[in-house]
């Protein structure tokens, strides 16, 4: 018998490391340029400064929430854009809900004082029924992902803004507050991607997303209900970002129409960065976790050698471009092997 | 008037060419991760001739014909082309020296027209230096007619089908008029008529002295258009004959080093009730009024000619493309089966025609590509898959239909064609359908698995599975079925039993 065949039982050996192996070497490599680079001209080093890193860590964080939800999209083959905008309309409407008895001018003078669970459920409701939305619309009537998640991103933030005629909100009570308080963002950061990297590699719910973006025609035929599970991704991913407002709205104890404008992009980069293939059907939420604490060394980084925010603006820019045409790379490689 | 010494010099080079051939290749070796593709083969390839390339799925065939196109590098070896040594940099470096090549898989762009897919890069410009759309158009035409091809320039290549898809390709690997012409099973998904014709082209590219690399896994092509084949074997060379000189059993010892006692393998098994019936089922303008009976333990095949929507009638069946009018009973119970899901839960399998299209996840692993349809159903608890179970079975499967991999975490994309069918085959195997319906399931397969995979049939109909078959190669259907239903364009042409059936009654039907 000359044919070599599959081994039964033998466990699968990896010969190729996983890919997070190479962004985790970026991660450490551009660690390493920034903390040379502050010897040489701060005079001090940039990872030997825990306070810096917890920072850096909790700002990067309210996005990752985001991030973990538009990573799962982005596998499905498709796009967010309107997470930023849903931000902005769960913070309205959950910090509208949360405000102390003793603010005269509270947004709904009777319903002051309440439960911290109602402010949160509300919030989250208003993220769940936009995902739906976008999700319904993509599935059924086969709109393309961007103008579908465009239109929500334009409709949501006009909704934030309608909601108090531009005003802001703000007086939550403790127990909201609480949700953004000291390091609890992080945390909220943690259990939801820890819960989506086991729902991704190990549940049916996973297989289905990857199957759908490597080819969503074989995924339907082999039994999958592709419109359904593409509405459940849009749903979970408007449901992150709306946990996302609450934990933003809570820690700034105010909500105005303008927040999380651009979240969306920042979002999409980090899981970009992390290697999520904007082809669909690649990325895991490990590679999102690099990618966003790649995000994060690099603005803080920035603001440690004191450049200007201007910069930091135009750089990040930039480097958004650059982990785009490294995906590109990647697959021509793919591609042309050897 | 040439001078003299000129006439000398095309003279060298003519002899030149005709002892090393038009293409030579020497000890070519070529290793992917894991895998050793190609170890020290060689090839020449004469002008005039077509010369097959024969191995078993895997044996590195459409790797050395990808490296002679430019599209991989090899890692040794040394390719001569008109008596002089070249580096194939690019597939655009392969094909302005004269190779072009018609792909395994298909590479049509869906969303552009036949015309823009056959000129592409080499567009006819107006005086504005603007695309000529009626001269690409007519150009289009001219080389249709040439071919004896009748297909609209302007339609969209995501409207035709896998075989129509197929005649452009080799359209436009005509249109670069090159000398050296690869082809990649271009037969696997065409019926007799269009292989008929593929000959003609064939043979008239041969007498103009273009050298013709023919894959194929269908013996009966090799000895009607090859005049010299090479057999590959696990990545090497095994030998090279005059297709004059040797028996089908002998190259087929070549190629898989053992004898094939029976390509159809028919265990005879009581046929029980029916299973699944088809009442006039219709979709207007693709077929019309289908009907019939399929019972327990039967092969049921399904013949026809390209464009007679057979394809279309097990879509519809499987609720892919759901029949508009018509019903469907399956234990004689009326069932809308709205889509595949639905099917499934019915107890039903479908291997589709197109395995890049609507049958692999080329971007995914092996297991995950086998797993796709079983857990849909089973092995899942709260969501959770029972990675462990699941893993076992796709492994034990794929070892029965010895797929050739590494190992099962290698991406699909890596794997041979005949492979990845395979991997499509063990996926439908696992779900245990009770209603197996198969398009084309040895499309591209090589023989010994080809037989392997029909012992596999045969032994699932006989446990009373169901199936419908629907195959362009005429000997598997006659070799198979219990009944053939023959179709023609959208309506059901007539049956034929096991015992009155034979190439030209089918051809009778299928033509009408
Ligand atoms: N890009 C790749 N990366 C890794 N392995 C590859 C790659 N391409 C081919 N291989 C491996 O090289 C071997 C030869 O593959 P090849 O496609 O040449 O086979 P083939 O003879 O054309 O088979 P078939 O008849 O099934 O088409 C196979 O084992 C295949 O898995
Ligand atoms: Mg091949």
Known sequence: ?338 | MVSASTAAAVDRVKQRIDAEGILAIRGIRKEFPGVLALDDVQLKVRPGTVHALMGENGAGKSTLMKIIAGIYQPDAGEITLRGKPVTLKSPLDALEQGISMIHQELALMNWMTVAENIWIRREPKNVFGLIDHGKMARQTQELFDRLNIRLDPLAMVSELTVAQKQMVEIAKAVSHNSDVLIMDEPTSAITENEVAHLFTIIRDLRARGVGIVYITHKMSELFEIADEFTVFRDGKYVGTHSALDVTRDDIIRMMVGRDITDMFPKIDCPIGEVVLEARNLTIPGVFHDVSFQLRKGEILGLAGLVGSKRSNVAEALFGVHPASSGEVLIDGTPVQITSPKVAMEHGMAFLTEDRKETGCFLILDCLENIQTALITRDHVRFGFIDQKAVTKLAEDMAAKLRVKTPNLAEKVENLSGGNQQKLLIARWLLTKPRILILDEPTRGIDVGAKSEIHRLITGLASEGVAVLMISSELPEVLGMSDRIMVMHEGHVAGFLNRDEADQVKIMDLAAR
């Open chain 1, 1 to 338: 018998m000359t044919t070599a065949t599959t081994q039964p039982t033998t466990e699968r050996p990896q010969r190729r490391l996983p890919q997070e192996v190479n962004i985790l070497m970026v991660l450490v490599g551009i660690s390493l340029v920034f903390e040379i680079l502050g010897w040489i001209t701060q005079g001090q080093s940039f990872l030997g400064n825990p306070q810096r890193l917890s920072i850096m860590i909790l700002q990067v964080s309210v996005i990752g929430i985001i991030a973990i939800g538009v990573t799962q999209v982005i596998i499905l083959g498709g796009i967010d854009l309107s997470s930023g905008s849903i931000v902005g309309a769960t913070a309205m409407i959950s910090m509208s809900l949360a405000q102390v008895g003793t603010f005269d001018r509270a947004i709904y003078p009777g319903l002051t004082d309440l439960p911290v669970i109602v402010p949160l459920i509300a919030g989250l409701m208003v993220g769940l029924i936009a995902g739906t939305v976008n999700g319904v619309l993509i599935a059924y009537t086969k709109i393309p992902p961007f103008i579908a998640t465009l239109g929500m991103m334009v409709a949501a933030r006009g909704f934030a803004k309608w909601y108090t005629k531009g005003q802001p909100v703000s007086f939550p009570t403790d127990s909201f507050a609480a949700l953004g308080k000291g390091m609890t963002p992080v945390f909220i950061f943690l259990l939801v991607a820890a819960i989506f990297h086991v729902a991704l590699k190990y549940t049916r719910y996973g297989k289905y997303t990857y199957a759908i973006g490597a080819n969503p025609q074989a995924a339907r035929v082999s039994g999958i209900n592709v419109e359904r599970h593409i509405v459940k991704i849009y749903a979970v991913a408007g449901l992150l970002a709306a946990l996302a407002g609450i934990v933003v709205t809570a820690r700034g104890l105010t909500a105005q129409a303008g927040m999380g404008v651009m979240y969306e992009l920042d979002a999409i980069a980090m899981a970009v960065i992390g290697g999520v293939s904007l082809a669909g059907g690649r990325g895991t939420i490990l590679g999102t976790m690099i990618g966003m604490v790649i995000f994060g060394v690099i603005i803080s980084g920035f603001t440690f050698l004191r450049l200007d925010a201007y910069y930091q603006e135009m750089i990040k820019g930039v480097i958004i471009v650059a982990a785009v045409v490294a995906d590109v790379h990647r697959q021509k490689k793919r591609v042309k092997k050897s």
